[in-house]
């Protein structure tokens, strides 16, 4: 069971937290967008490049 004293030193937390929030004027942190689709499409491009070099390396070897 959660003591009364409890209870209130959340509550201090939580309004301090949100006065700290509005006093900077940004309530949430900055989050990426993720990776742009150009970065995923070159990278996707390039894994297949590697991909293909290596195919043809094992048949040029006649590791097949």
């Known amino acids: 069971m959660v003591s009364v004293r409890e209870l209130a030193e959340a509550q201090a937390y939580e309004r301090r ?3 700290r929030a509005f006093v900077a004027a940004d309530p949430a942190p900055p989050r990426g967008d993720g990776p742009s689709p150009w970065r995923c ?16 390396a094992a048949v040029a070897l006649g590791l097949s």
């Open 17 to 19: 937290r949100r006065v």
């Open 41 to 56: 499409l070159l990278a996707g491009a390039a894994l297949t490049m590697v991909g293909v070099a290596g195919v043809a």
